[in-house]
């Protein structure tokens, strides 16, 4: 497991905390616990692990369709990001996530429409960004752009119903492009 995988599987570190102080409180046998949290895989399309290639993490968060969800994705990622960000914009306010971009985000893939609010948003942050339209257009630019120890982050902050038809649908093409490289 590299540093990111340990600094996302800190996401999971509350639920386990949460569940421990549930076992306490119901007197279950630590056992019962250890054996559950073992088989625990996470959630499809939340911060789901693709593959790494050539030293880079690629990381499906398709779920993450508002600013709070996008948020504490990029809070959990300790590498580089190449983030692909956009699709249905619902009055988000990405000033929120200006301290994040600041910090760890490298360049920027448009995936949406119209990605207006976010080019505007980040042009004075961030040198390079990138609109596409499709999810493996978005793929081949972050491989471009990617380098050993980076991670690409599908994470939109946006709804998925311009190019796609769920953000489950934009997660899968999202792993399809990822393992096509």
């Known amino acids: ?3 990111v995988n340990l600094s996302l599987a800190n996401s999971n570190v509350k639920k386990t905390m949460a569940a421990t102080m549930a076992e ?3 007197k279950v046998r630590k056992e019962m616990i250890r054996e559950s949290m073992l088989g625990f895989e996470g959630e499809e399309h939340r911060l789901e ?3 790494k290639i050539n030293g880079v993490q690629y990381i499906n968060d398709s779920k993450a369709s508002n600013i709070n969800t996008t948020y504490y994705a990029l809070d959990s990622v300790s590498t580089p990001v190449i983030w692909i960000v956009g699709g249905v914009d619902k009055g988000n306010d990405y000033e929120q996530l200006l301290p994040f971009v600041n ?3 490298k360049a920027i893939i448009c995936l949406g429409e119209n ?3 976010i080019i505007q948003t980040f042009s004075n942050v961030i040198d390079l960004i990138v609109e596409t339209k499709g999810a493996e257009e978005a793929v081949k630019v ?3 752009i990617a380098e050993k120890g ?3 982050l599908l994470s ?3 709804a998925s119903y311009d190019l796609f038809e769920s953000f489950e649908d934009k997660g899968r093409q999202f792993k399809n492009a990822v393992r096509k490289l």
């Open 1 to 3: 497991m590299g540093i």
């Open 49 to 51: 692990y693709v593959l």
């Open 156 to 158: 939109p902050a946006c």
């Open 24 to 26: 306490a409180l119901l």
């Open 150 to 152: 980076d991670s690409v």
């Open 115 to 117: 990605n207006a609010r």
């Open 103 to 105: 910090e760890k985000v």
């Open 142 to 144: 972050a491989y471009k």
